[in-house]
């Protein structure tokens, strides 16, 4: 049987279970909950101080309002973090590769930063969708692309971020596999390959 290139887009099932589900819970099991004792374990003793460290260095360049954030973002990256780590083992399945779950995960954060800029600075929200100096008869024709152009950003850097995920497997299966038809015919070739 042969697989197509495009085989490595699909969404992977063992025994009729979407292997992205298990993918999705596995790194929540790898981390205990901390417990009311004073001494703890080490690996509790060292989760809490990378998680530490990670907040310090997140809120450093941020002023106090975005400090609220601490939590939603360092829970997002240890979880990206330890779900990319997990798909570097043989067998299993990285599901940052689909664009299902960037999408999900692009159009909630984006929709929050828009209502917030909204909510917290409308004028400076609004002025980004019309450029400083624009000519009066253009003015209509902006705003329109403007807002087309944000309503389109996650989706588009979805799109751009799956992409760049997946093209390093695909770059590597085509050049596998002009090593494989080559090696018959130009040996030497094919090894350089």
């Known amino acids: 049987m042969t697989l197509s290139f495009f085989d490595q887009f699909m969404s992977p099932t063992y025994l009729g279970i979407p ?9 929540w099991i790898l981390y205990p909950s901390p417990s009311n004792r004073w001494l703890n374990n080490r690996l509790i003793t060292l989760q809490s101080w990378f998680i530490n460290r990670f907040t310090q260095q997140l809120l450093l360049p941020l002023n106090p309002g975005g400090h ?4 939603i973002l360092t829970s997002l990256m240890i979880f990206l973090l330890s ?10 399945f990285t599901p940052t590769t689909q664009l299902s779950l960037n999408m999900g995960l692009a159009v909630p954060f984006w929709l929050a930063t828009v209502i917030i800029g909204m909510r917290n600075q409308p004028t400076a929200a609004l002025g980004h969708l019309l450029p400083e100096g624009t000519p009066v008869p253009l003015i209509p024709v902006l705003i329109i692309i403007e807002t087309i152009s944000l309503f ?3 989706l588009a850097l979805g799109v751009r971020l799956t ?6 497997h695909l770059l590597i299966q085509l050049i596998a596999t002009a090593a494989f038809v080559l090696l018959p015919m130009m040996t030497t070739v094919a090894i350089l390959t």
Not at 83 to 92: E, I, K
Not at 163 to 168: D, E, Q, S, V, Y
């Open 19 to 27: 292997l992205i589900a298990i993918a999705l819970v596995f790194p």
């Open 68 to 71: 609220k954030w601490a939590l």
């Open 83 to 92: 779900m990319n780590l997990l798909g570097l083992l043989p067998y299993t």
């Open 152 to 154: 389109i950003r996650p």
């Open 163 to 168: 992409g760049n995920l997946t093209a390093g």
